[in-house]
């Protein structure tokens, strides 16, 4: 595993710990307001792969992470609205541009 992948599971465990533990949380902008989220998103690019291969089964609000990272708006803020639909938008989206991005 390499010393990014490493740091990113790290982030990413911490992040989807937050989230949890703000799952009843009135104000869904809450789940992207947490210092793991940031530092998840300055991963950048290289990060979205890794990103993908979580929310592919179902992981908390990776589609807000994507749209910081990528710009993609296409799917909304990632946070309200059917997640489920954005999660299927945000993988169909990885496969028509997965090889834009390293990894």
């Not at 690019?45 to 592919?56: G, K, Q």
């Not at 749209?67 to 993988?91: C, H, Q």
Request: net charge negative.
């Amino acid at each position: 595993m390499s010393p990014s992948s490493e740091r990113f599971d790290a982030l990413a465990a911490e992040w989807e710990r937050h989230c949890e533990a703000h799952r009843e949380a009135s104000n869904p902008f809450v789940f992207v307001q947490h210092p793991s989220f940031e530092s998840l998103v300055g991963l950048g690019r290289a990060a979205v792969p890794l990103i993908i291969e979580r929310y592919r089964h179902g992981s908390v609000f990776w589609g807000a992470a994507l749209r910081r990272i990528t710009g993609v708006t296409t799917f909304g803020e990632g946070v309200v609205g059917d997640l489920e639909a954005n999660r299927r938008g945000w993988l169909k989206w990885w496969d028509a541009h997965q090889a834009e991005f390293p990894g």
